[in-house]
């Protein structure tokens, strides 16, 4: 509605209201203000991309070898990055190999990211013998190293795929369960939870309106940080010979049919490691850009 001012008789247009910032909003603003942040997310975003899309590139056989073309030098006509000890093409097994290495190393992250979130806000929420035997229970795992955790559950189960994604998974919902279980404990004593159960909430209501809202933020935070530390663990364990399986391309497993030709070859060898290390270095430092956008205290 128009005012009309009464020295002059004009008709003022009232100010428009500035609609307030969404939170997510909030933190995707702050995310493209982070130079490094977006360049890591670029390049992450790249190498999936390239992976997923990998037959559509028109790459050399991935698994097709040749033993007169073994070991050729990096720049080689036909084979920019060189051939590997049987002759394959490096960059097509580099680019295939992203396919697993990036899922056996995404997979078990968000596998554990919703298991421990359920235990932890149960055992945060419920408390009592419940929280008890769930905690309890997770403290057995954290008695042991995660790389020798991982290592002997992947040992004892045997090498593959869907073994390596059981053995991660199982490594990393102790610690997302952990933070969960703090995060809702800390929840559960404010105000706002208590006059939702004065009102006759039950308490799923409680959990599913009022917890899980406040809680996931920090959750998903930590998660995202152990990423980079689930992809080095899964090219660990190809390297072992518990992971992934010949002759499946995976930079932790090339690493190792490679290790013969360290002295014959040693670009050609480092190449794999270079990848596990860009990729490990660009999701660690999108986690912790990611934590800065979100934990913001004004």
Same mark, same amino acid.
């Given at each position: 509605?128009?005012?009309?001012? /009464?020295?002059? +008789?004009?008709?003022?247009?009232?100010?428009?209201?500035?609609? =307030?910032?969404?939170?997510?909003?909030?933190?995707?603003?702050?995310?493209? @203000?982070? =130079?490094?942040?977006?360049?890591?997310?670029?390049?992450?975003?790249?190498?999936?991309?390239?992976?997923?899309?990998?037959?559509?590139?028109?790459?050399?056989?991935?698994?097709?070898?040749?033993?007169?073309?073994?070991?050729?030098?990096?720049?080689?006509?036909?084979?920019?990055?060189?051939?590997?000890?049987? +002759? @394959?093409?490096?960059?097509? @097994?580099?680019?295939?190999?992203? @396919?697993?290495?990036?899922?056996?190393?995404?997979?078990?992250?968000?596998?554990?990211?919703? %298991?421990?979130?359920?235990?932890? %806000?149960?055992?945060?929420?419920?408390?009592?013998?419940?929280?008890?035997? *769930?905690?309890?229970?997770?403290?057995?795992?954290?008695?042991?190293?995660?790389?020798?955790?991982?290592?002997? *559950?992947?040992?004892?189960?045997?090498?593959?795929?869907?073994?390596?994604?059981?053995?991660?998974?199982?490594?990393?919902?102790?610690?997302?369960?952990?933070?969960?279980?703090?995060?809702?404990?800390?929840?559960?004593?404010?105000?706002?939870?208590?006059?939702?159960?004065?009102?006759?909430?039950?308490?799923?209501?409680?959990?599913?309106?009022?917890? %899980?809202?406040?809680?996931?933020?920090?959750?998903?935070?930590?998660? /995202?940080?152990?990423?980079?530390?689930?992809?080095?663990?899964?090219?660990?364990?190809?390297?072992?010979?518990?992971?992934?399986?010949?002759?499946?391309?995976?930079?932790?497993?090339?690493?190792?049919?490679?290790?013969?030709?360290?002295?014959?070859?040693?670009?050609?060898?480092?190449?794999?490691?270079?990848?596990?290390? %860009?990729?490990?270095?660009?999701?660690?430092?999108?986690?912790?850009?990611?934590?800065?956008?979100?934990?913001?205290?004004?």
């Amino acid at each position: 509605m128009a005012l009309t001012d /009464t020295t002059g +008789g004009q008709a003022v247009e009232p100010a428009p209201i500035e609609k =307030p910032q969404g939170y997510w909003s909030g933190v995707g603003a702050r995310l493209v @203000r982070d =130079p490094l942040t977006m360049i890591c997310a670029g390049v992450v975003l790249a190498l999936i991309l390239a992976a997923v899309f990998a037959p559509l590139l028109g790459l050399a056989d991935p698994y097709k070898g040749s033993m007169i073309a073994r070991l050729k030098p990096l720049g080689t006509e036909g084979h920019i990055l060189g051939t590997d000890e049987q +002759g @394959r093409d490096m960059l097509a @097994r580099l680019i295939y190999g992203g @396919r697993l290495t990036l899922f056996i190393g995404l997979m078990p992250v968000v596998l554990a990211f919703f %298991i421990g979130s359920a235990l932890g %806000i149960t055992a945060g929420y419920v408390g009592g013998l419940t929280n008890t035997i *769930i905690m309890r229970t997770v403290d057995v795992f954290f008695a042991f190293p995660s790389v020798l955790l991982a290592i002997a *559950i992947s040992g004892a189960l045997g090498a593959g795929i869907v073994n390596s994604l059981v053995s991660l998974t199982i490594v990393f919902i102790p610690p997302i369960t952990r933070v969960a279980e703090a995060v809702t404990s800390g929840v559960r004593a404010l105000d706002y939870i208590d006059a939702a159960r004065a009102t006759g909430a039950n308490a799923w209501t409680v959990i599913r309106v009022h917890v %899980i809202g406040n809680v996931l933020s920090p959750i998903f935070v930590y998660a /995202t940080s152990l990423t980079s530390v689930c992809m080095i663990l899964a090219a660990g364990l190809s390297f072992l010979g518990i992971g992934v399986r010949p002759p499946e391309p995976e930079w932790g497993l090339m690493l190792n049919t490679l290790r013969s030709a360290i002295y014959v070859n040693p670009w050609l060898s480092a190449l794999p490691g270079v990848m596990i290390f %860009i990729t490990s270095l660009c999701l660690n430092l999108l986690s912790d850009g990611l934590r800065s956008a979100m934990n913001v205290r004004d």
